[in-house]
């Protein structure tokens, strides 16, 4: 059976712990999270030469002012843009080799078709990693891909509104925990529920007894 407790440890920091003077997803915002013995939740994409990289948005335009698609984008190419002008995005080989097991990793594969060179590669740098880790996204191929081909993996699905909870149905006996939205906690399952995203302690205190375990920033 499968040891799933370690998402309950301690709260979960979204993107790491970041600010005004940290960069979200940074290796910065990973080694304040690990300070203060925070899971850590991060996102990743797959590069044009199939690097993984550790970053939220599918356009670079928020974070670094490009109008650029990342995942067309070689590990070269983005390079170039730094987070704040100074710091580099990581690939999670980075990422896991610096957290190397100190405190578990929540991973969301960021994803909106059936990349299986995407899994492949990310479980090849997984398979041999000895921290404590669990993968989750909202897209179902990720979850219909691990359960046939890594079903040692902790898995999870995402899910948003009320619109998405005919998924669960489908998928719980393939996955091991939900990520919510709070916009529908509480959500009665009998699978762990995470919920996300608390940025304020009011919210911490209200959504605190409603699942499992949350997943919050800016309040760490």
Same mark, same amino acid.
């Given at each position: 059976m499968k040891q799933i407790d370690f998402l309950k440890n301690n709260l979960i920091a979204h993107r790491g712990v970041y600010n005004l003077k940290i960069p979200e997803n940074s290796i910065l915002s990973f080694t304040k999270a690990i300070d203060k013995n925070y899971i850590i939740e991060l996102d990743i994409h797959i590069l044009s030469d199939d690097s993984i990289v550790v970053f939220h948005d599918y356009n670079l335009n928020r974070l670094l002012s490009v109008n650029k698609i990342i995942e067309t984008l070689s590990y070269a190419q983005l390079s170039k843009y730094k987070l704040d002008k100074k710091y580099l995005i =990581?690939?999670?080989?980075?990422?896991?080799?610096?957290?190397?097991?100190?405190? =578990?990793?929540?991973?969301?594969?960021?994803?909106?078709?059936?990349?299986?060179?995407?899994? &492949? /590669?990310?479980?090849?740098?997984?398979? #041999?990693?000895?921290? &404590?880790?669990?993968?989750?996204?909202? #897209?179902?191929?990720?979850?219909?891909?691990?359960?046939? !081909?890594? /079903?040692?993996?902790?898995?999870?699905?995402?899910?948003?509104?009320?619109? !998405?909870?005919?998924?669960?149905?489908?998928?719980?006996? /393939?996955?091991?925990?939900?990520?919510?939205?709070?916009?529908?906690? =509480?959500?009665?399952?009998?699978?762990?529920?995470?919920?996300?995203?608390?940025?304020?302690? &009011?919210?911490?205190?209200?959504?605190?007894?409603?699942?499992? #375990?949350?997943?919050?920033?800016?309040?760490?």
């Open positions: =990581p690939t999670l080989e980075q990422v896991i080799h610096i957290v190397n097991g100190k405190v =578990p990793l929540l991973i969301e594969v960021k994803c909106v078709d059936k990349n299986i060179k995407f899994m &492949e /590669k990310l479980v090849e740098l997984l398979d #041999n990693y000895d921290g &404590e880790f669990a993968i989750q996204s909202s #897209n179902t191929f990720v979850i219909e891909w691990l359960n046939k !081909n890594r /079903k040692n993996y902790v898995i999870g699905l995402i899910v948003f509104n009320k619109i !998405n909870l005919n998924l669960i149905n489908r998928y719980l006996k /393939k996955i091991d925990f939900l990520t919510a939205s709070k916009k529908i906690l =509480p959500l009665k399952s009998k699978k762990m529920v995470l919920g996300w995203t608390i940025r304020t302690k &009011e919210e911490l205190e209200k959504y605190r007894d409603k699942c499992d #375990n949350l997943i919050c920033e800016n309040i760490l």
